[in-house]
């Protein structure tokens, strides 16, 4: 156990679902981001929030809109997504920004149909 | 722009043997170098980073990783491999206040 725990672990959805990811961390940590691991590609950046701000957005598509109400507490919305977004999000914290080094969540299997 | 090779989809070892996982990196700065491990169904997993101090660092589960600045380099080591070694292995690169950049991962099989 890292301490981020996401939910769902599995999810199939189809293209004009909103489905809805959580991620919850109690490490006291300040800086959470989102990341997409797709087969035999890096890990892709998608957002990250310091302090509940985001501060930054990687190009991501506005299919996904993520939101961060507290510093515990991500998620990342998902509306008319497409069979090339099925993947595997992650989800991490650190304790700040200049501290980059991160708490990995165990991801949700996305399969889009 | 930051960036991270890892120059091996896969790498195979009889258990026991020693093992070797590349990772090459470029940067404009001093970096901060980390090496994650991805077990089957579960999270990534911080093994161990390289800050500052002794090139060598080490880490979880016995593992070791040689800091080289010359050589832009970063290779994770371990003396003896065990089959539960067997996991997906991510090097990653970051400069002081910038994002983590992972590089595409190496899958380690170690053969009993």
């Known amino acids: 156990e890292t301490g981020v725990t996401q939910t769902p672990r599995h999810l199939v959805m189809g293209m004009t679902n909103k489905k809805s990811l959580k991620c919850e961390q109690h490490l006291g940590h300040n800086a959470m981001y989102w990341y997409k691991q797709s087969a035999k590609k890096p890990l892709e950046l998608m957002f990250v929030y310091s302090l509940e701000e985001r501060v930054e957005n990687n190009s991501v598509p506005s299919r996904f809109s993520p939101e961060c109400p507290n510093s515990s507490h991500l998620f990342l919305h998902l509306h008319t997504l497409q069979p090339e977004d099925s993947a595997l999000y992650l989800c991490a914290s650190s304790q700040d920004l200049r501290v980059p080094e991160a708490f990995f969540g165990q991801g949700t299997r996305l399969t889009v149909v | 722009a930051q960036s991270v090779a890892q120059p091996e989809d896969q790498v195979n070892v009889a258990e026991g043997n020693p093992l070797t996982v590349k990772c090459t990196y470029s940067v404009s700065g001093n970096p901060y170098l980390f090496w994650y491990v991805q077990y089957p169904n579960r999270g990534l997993q911080f093994l161990l980073k390289y800050i500052t101090g002794d090139n060598l660092v080490k880490g979880s589960y016995g593992f070791e990783a040689e800091f080289n600045k010359s050589q832009t380099s970063f290779h994770l080591k371990k003396p003896s491999a065990l089959v539960s070694d067997s996991a997906l292995y991510f090097c990653?690169?970051?400069?002081?206040?910038?994002?983590?950049?992972f590089g595409k991962g190496t899958r380690l099989h170690i053969l009993p």
């Open positions: 990653a690169v970051s400069l002081q206040d910038d994002k983590i950049i």
